[in-house]
């Protein structure tokens, strides 16, 4: 290894770096954590030392047998999947679709329309959520998935077209001419060409998107409580009582509840890492 | 058959002019080189033939269609661009086949096109890859076989050799060349390069500020230089200028009182010009010889030579600061700082009027005037 001066203060800055993103990584799984490892434990255990590991002695399934024996938890689950899924195909579409617009064309009421997406970012849907409510209300829509996945959508838009945005700027524009002089409709550029190659980008936003959808309590606590229409983190609350909880059955279900939403970042994190623009222009 | 015709192009962005009015007749199988500078609109130019930017006003025409509002698929034009724009998520095969597979074609003949054209540009082994996987050279063969196979009227080249190193530049000018005689296409070709203009181009384009400052064969354009613009831009190392004063008019050729105080004879046509009037002299570095007879005498102090092996480029400072560039022989023995003489033929001089204007020369050295060219090629094109 070289010795260099500069190169040595480089190793000293990444230690730092390292030490400080460690520290939060253990700070963000620490609950995590507990949670799962409680899952797996005995009642009487988990009172008596919440931060202590499954042993022999305490190590019990009673938590996952309950949850998994009401019928109902594999209906909120599928609600969870279903709200997730279609309003996650629904931002994507939308909003990559409506990036390639505005960056690509130039139209009137081009820079007003990207103001108010902006405006999205900044400003919480949830301030409007008694107007929700209302329009949902004369729209008939009021417990059902429908309200959800749109509110949901709504809400993933506007972050989603601005980071697309920038991708899609960087697709150089000798693509899009080139395709153009292939005699390639509008649709089947956005389709063939720009879509694949703002594929890491896509799945940015996808998982930006998919977890505040799956963890949301609020939306489907106030427009779809129904017995039928429960997402996952509204149906664990059935566990919380007044007086009792349980909390075997509130950790199991938690637990549960972050597998799919990891299975879903793995297969988006791959795409993260790739660059597939290399190649195309020197 | 598809001529292209060009008639006071003009295009301005917003209240900026970009081209003032752009006449060119392009004939079916020409080879059409537009060259300038940086900035000088050649590439706005072709933009415009390619109908990926609109006219602003004038009209163009491919074959005999006006095409000015047609887009770019419809005009029968492909374009090989500067940075190649491969889609990068597709293989060799799928590049050049897009276009085929998009205007609905069937896979056999697909197929064959596509093959074809491989074969001609040698990349048959690479029809698998992706276009990171290729080199520069290999990518820019791709961007020409994405060309080749739609059969276009007319091919668009934008700078296509401007990021290849410089031997790789070489081979494949040769082969763009090589492969204009096979197709017998038209292609007009946009360059900052003066040698790749002047050996590939039938005719050259030469542009300056939006407007086309002169058209012609590469030999008149050499000879014949219609401005001083064009007697600077070719030829390398550039034309040398130096300021005078008209002395004398004589039948054949003008006296020239030169700013360093020299007197200097040049063979061209005085037309208008009077005793007095301010011109310029240009003289070619090729032109100048290391000896003192050879006509009008300069001297001045070495401030560079740059040894090319087959050349020497000198570099010297006349008496009144002019800067001067003169070929000399391999075998020069000329160092810096050391004073020398040198001296070059009336023929072989340039006179430009105040308005930069070249004035007709009579005796173009051993080469021929455009009126011969246009008679040897008369009696050519008899013979065949």
């Known amino acids: 290894m070289i010795s260099l001066p500069g190169l040595k203060h480089n190793t000293g800055k990444t230690l730092m770096t390292h030490a400080v ?17 409680n899952a797996f434990k005995s009642r009487k255990a988990i009172f008596k030392d919440p931060l202590a590991l499954p042993t022999l002695d305490s190590f019990s399934l009673e938590g996952f047998e309950q949850v998994l024996g009401r019928a109902d938890f594999g209906l909120y689950f599928g609600n969870s999947m279903i709200v997730t899924l279609v309003s996650l195909f629904f931002v994507l579409l939308l909003g990559a679709m409506a990036a390639w617009a505005l960056t690509e ?37 009021v417990n059902t998935l429908t309200a959800l996945v749109l509110v949901y959508i709504a809400q993933g838009l ?64 106030i427009l779809a409580p129904g017995e039928s229409t429960q997402t996952i983190t509204l149906g664990v609350q059935q566990f919380i009582g007044q007086y009792v909880t349980d909390w075997n059955a509130v950790l199991s279900s938690l637990t549960l509840a972050i597998v799919p939403v990891l299975v879903l970042y793995v297969i988006f994190s791959r795409q993260l890492i790739r660059g597939l623009t290399s190649g195309a222009v020197k | 058959m598809a001529d292209v015709k060009l008639s006071n192009i003009k295009k301005s962005y917003g209240n900026t002019p970009v081209l003032h009015g752009i006449d060119l007749d392009i004939k079916h199988g020409e080879f059409v080189v537009l060259v300038g500078a940086s900035g000088c609109g050649k590439s706005t130019l072709l933009r415009l033939i390619a109908g990926l930017e609109d006219i602003s006003s004038g009209e163009l025409c491919i074959g005999e269609q006006q095409v000015n509002s047609l887009p770019p698929a419809q005009r029968g034009i492909a374009m090989v661009f500067q940075s190649y724009a491969l889609y990068p998520h597709m293989t060799v095969f799928k590049n050049m086949s897009y276009g085929l ?5 069937g896979k056999d003949f697909i197929d064959a096109k596509v093959r074809e054209a491989a074969r001609i540009l040698h990349i048959d082994h690479l029809l698998e890859r992706l276009p990171r996987e290729l080199s520069g050279g290999q990518r820019q063969r791709v961007a020409i076989g994405r060309a080749i ?23 494949t000018r040769v082969e763009i060349g090589k492969l204009h005689q096979e197709l017998g296409a038209t292609i ?90 301010s011109v310029t002299l240009g003289v070619r570095p090729e032109h100048i010889e290391e000896r003192s ?18 050349a020497s480029f000198i570099y010297m400072t006349l008496g009144d600061g002019t800067e001067m560039v003169v070929r000399g022989s391999g075998e020069s023995t000329v160092t810096t700082c050391e004073r020398i003489e040198v001296s070059f033929a009336p023929h072989n001089a340039h006179v430009f009027d ?31």
Request: proline share 5%; glycine share 8%.
């Open chain 1, 158 to 221: 506007p972050l989603a077209v601005f980071i697309l945005s920038e991708f899609i700027r960087q697709v150089p524009k000798e693509l899009k001419e080139a395709a153009r002089c292939d005699n390639v409709s509008e649709y089947k550029i956005f389709f063939t060409i720009i879509l694949p190659l703002i594929r890491p980008a896509m799945a940015t936003v996808a998982v930006f998107t998919m977890i505040p959808i799956w963890n949301d309590l609020w939306f489907p606590l």
């Open chain 2, 354 to 384: 105040s308005n930069d204007r070249a004035l007709r020369r009579l005796k173009p050295g051993n080469v021929h005037s455009t009126a011969q060219l246009a008679q040897l090629k008369a009696v050519g094109q008899e013979t065949l």
């Open chain 2, 188 to 277: 007009i070709y946009v360059t900052h390069d003066q040698v790749e203009a002047m050996t590939l181009g039938d005719k050259i384009v030469v542009m300056n500020q939006g407007r086309v400052e002169q058209c012609g064969t590469p030999l008149e354009l050499y000879q014949h230089p219609a401005t001083r613009f064009v007697g600077g831009f070719i030829g390398s190392p550039k034309m040398n200028f130096i300021d005078g004063k008209v002395a004398a008019i004589g039948s054949d050729h003008i006296e020239i009182q030169l700013s360093n105080g020299c007197r200097s004879r040049a063979c061209v046509e005085a037309g208008d010009l009077k005793v007095g009037d």
């Open chain 1, 21 to 37: 993103l460690l520290t939060y990584t253990v700070i963000a799984l620490f609950p995590i954590l507990v949670i799962i490892v």
């Open chain 1, 105 to 141: 064309y130039k139209f009137r009421g081009n820079l007003f329309l990207a103001v108010l997406i902006a405006m999205g970012i900044m400003i919480p849907i949830r301030l409007g959520t008694v107007s929700i409510l209302n329009l949902m209300a004369s729209l008939d829509l």
């Open chain 2, 293 to 310: 007879d050879a006509g009008t005498l300069l001297s001045g102090d070495v401030s560079l030579v740059e040894r090319l092996g087959e």
């Open chain 2, 149 to 171: 196979v739609r059969d276009p009227n007319v091919f668009l080249f934008d700078e296509p050799l401007s990021n290849l190193d410089a031997a790789l530049r070489v081979k």
């Open chain 2, 101 to 105: 597979k998009i205007a609905g074609k």
